[in-house]
């Protein structure tokens, strides 16, 4: 909960680093809780994983944004977020002062937080650590919606999330998601998209034999 102590940092070992996710603050030497959430932790980095509807940027978050307008080094990107992210041109597989992305407003693009706090706007970026493209980049036709971040983290969670493995088994379609709370799916026919967004939209408070089971009644009803 909110206020709730999860970490003291007097406490640790002083090479040991630790990494803040969404939901959590520093104070001292305590790292406190900010929303109300399950805490989760992978290798260094802890995050409190709750369902909202507002994203909070946190670097290494794979998002979806929405292209609001572009200025001349910079794309400003629409995150679901309190404020605006910044996507720099040249931050693109290849993107050179000749060849520049070209993304106008409402352009869906598929990213990483590089750079995020609280009293600026987040860095963006379409390349991985290591400079490659690795699946980030405009997302181009498809269809679009909005969960909450609660979902979306568990989409992209290991094991594969219920919902996505009943559905791979008898559909074939493209998935991106972001922790921001979008999910952008295609394949090449709209009823494929439509299931398949539905049966995500609806999955979240099932369980996963619940899920198994949605997920066959609407192929069923598909047919």
Same mark, same amino acid.
């Given at each position: 909960? $909110? ?9 640790? &070992? ?6 803040? *996710? ?28 709750? !369902?909202?509807?507002? /994203? ?8 979806? *944004? ?27 597989? %290849? ?20 750079? @995020? ?18 699946? /980030?980049?405009?997302?181009?036709? %498809? /269809? ?14 290991? $094991? ?7 559905? %791979? ?19 090449? &026919? $709209? &009823? ?6 539905? &049966? ?6 099932? !369980? ?12 069923? @009803?598909?047919?």
């Amino acid at each position: 909960l $909110p206020g709730d102590v999860v970490f003291d940092l007097a406490a640790q &070992a002083q090479n040991k680093v630790l990494r803040l *996710g969404s939901g959590l603050s520093q104070d001292a030497d305590r790292v406190v809780a900010i929303k109300a959430g399950r805490l989760n932790h992978a290798k260094s980095k802890l995050w409190v994983e709750g !369902s909202q509807k507002r /994203y909070i940027p946190s670097a290494e978050d794979s998002v979806i *944004g929405i292209v609001i307008d572009r200025r001349a080094e910079e794309f400003l990107v629409d995150l679901n977020a309190p404020v605006l992210g910044l996507l720099p041109i040249l931050s693109f597989e %290849g993107a050179t002062r000749k060849n520049i992305p070209n993304l106008k407003a409402r352009a869906v693009v598929y990213g990483r937080v590089v750079k @995020a706090h609280r009293d600026i706007s987040p860095a963006l970026s379409c390349l991985d650590a290591s400079g490659k493209g690795s699946g /980030y980049g405009p997302l181009k036709e %498809g /269809y679009l919606f909005e969960c909450s971040t609660g979902l979306a983290r568990s989409l992209l969670g290991t $094991p594969t999330y219920p919902v996505l493995e009943a559905l %791979g088994k008898s559909l074939a379609f493209e998935i991106a998601v972001g922790v921001n709370g979008r999910v952008w799916v295609k394949s090449d &026919a $709209p &009823a494929t998209t439509v299931l398949v967004s539905n &049966a995500i939209i609806n999955s979240e408070c099932l !369980s996963a034999a619940q899920q198994h089971i949605l997920v066959q009644k609407l192929l069923q @009803a598909a047919k």
